[in-house]
Structure formats: C-alpha cells, structure tokens
C-alpha cells in the first residue's frame, strides 16, 4: 500500500470489510483503497483461517461488490443503521 493508515483506520476499513452489506466501493470512497488492497490488507491483518473464512464469504457476494447489487441500492449504510456521535450512540 502506497500510504500509512493508522491503527483505527486498519480497524475500520477490517469492520467494513467483514460487514456484509458494506461494498468495496464504501472502501474505496472513504479510504482510497482498491478491493484487491483491501484483500493485501486483510490476508496481512488477520490469521490465516480467519482471512480464508473471509475471502470465501465475500468471494462473489452481491451486496460487497456495487455492481452486482440490486439496482436501486446505491447507499453505503443501512438506514436502520444508528448513528455514532463522539463514540455515543444516539438514540433514534
């Protein structure tokens, strides 16, 4: 990878690739880092088992992937999803 990330940003982008309805192109926007960076990123992070569970999870899922996503879905959160304000969560 071509920039340093902090250790909360690893966390994050690790928490958003392992999200299931959370695409490549989320990562991408918010962290300018390719899926297959992405995958480089997670095969360095995590044990073995963990990254094989997670490639074989992700591999070829509709909702990681934006262009196979039913169309109309072109959010990158639920909007069930609560917000997080200043590490608090707000109550809806």
């Known amino acids: 990878m071509d920039k340093l990330l902090s250790v909360e940003q690893i966390d994050r982008i690790i928490e958003m690739a392992w999200e299931d309805r959370t695409p490549f192109e989320a990562?991408?926007?918010?962290?300018?880092?390719?899926?297959q960076q992405v995958i480089e990123l997670m095969r360095a992070e995590m044990k073995l088992s963990s990254f094989k569970m997670w490639r074989k999870r992700v591999q070829g899922r509709a909702t990681k992937h934006a262009k196979l996503r039913v169309d109309g879905i072109d959010r990158f959160k639920c909007t069930l999803q609560k917000q997080i304000t200043h590490n608090k969560i707000s109550k809806r």
């Open 27 to 35: 990562i991408k926007f918010q962290f300018n880092l390719s899926e």
